[in-house]
């Protein structure tokens, strides 16, 4: 959860939270621009365009993304912005996209594992390691504190199909999806040291 009294200590948060939202959407292009050097993420969409499962998509999510320009993957961590320092605050006040510096680049590498972590509980801060969660309160959604989070977001099949064939279409889907994403987890988990999870949705409206 938020650190409300840190956040306000750093002038984050005044009369509301305006500032804070609008850091912490910077920070989250910045992230995202950061991973997009590190991990090939249209690879992967690539993997899901050429399958020949008629995966569909929604483009009604695409605004979850910052920088990345994507169809299926949607990065949706809370971000700890209070935690940063006040040197690492003015970079990211003084960032606009049209120019994107290795300084501020490098602030990203070496302060987002700590931003992602949601580990303030009952007014302190814990190295402990428990479960929180990304949307409805249902077991596929908790993940753990320390995890970088994705949401995979598919939408109605390109294809109609009734009774057996939609049954057998949906399985191979979920199974290739499965298989898509344990690739991307483990080629993140090699380059960042990091566990990421990734949320599956299937969303036909």
Do not use: H
């Amino acid at each position: 959860m938020i650190n409300i009294e840190l956040a306000k200590s750093k002038g984050l948060i005044t009369d509301n939270d305006a500032l804070y939202k609008e850091l912490e959407k910077k920070y989250k292009y910045l992230l995202e621009y950061y991973l997009s050097t590190v991990i090939d993420f249209n690879k992967y969409e690539n993997m899901i365009n050429t399958s020949n499962l008629y995966i569909g998509k929604n483009s009604k999510y695409q605004r979850l993304n910052e920088y990345l320009k994507l169809d299926y993957i949607f990065l949706i961590n809370n971000l700890f912005i209070e935690k940063l320092d006040n040197s690492n605050l003015d970079l990211l006040k003084n960032f606009n996209k049209d120019n994107i510096t290795d300084e501020v680049v490098n602030m990203i590498k070496n302060t987002y594992s700590d931003v992602i972590k949601d580990n303030y509980f009952k007014e302190n801060y814990t190295d402990q390691i428990y479960k929180v969660c990304y949307g409805p309160v249902v077991p596929i959604n908790f993940v753990d504190n320390n995890s970088l989070v994705f949401r995979f977001i598919y939408g109605k099949n390109l294809i109609d199909l009734n009774g057996d064939e939609f049954f057998e279409l949906d399985k191979k889907q979920k199974d290739f999806i499965n298989e898509v994403i344990d690739k991307l987890k483990n080629e993140i988990f090699d380059k960042t040291g990091l566990k990421t999870e990734v949320l599956i949705t299937k969303d036909i409206y």
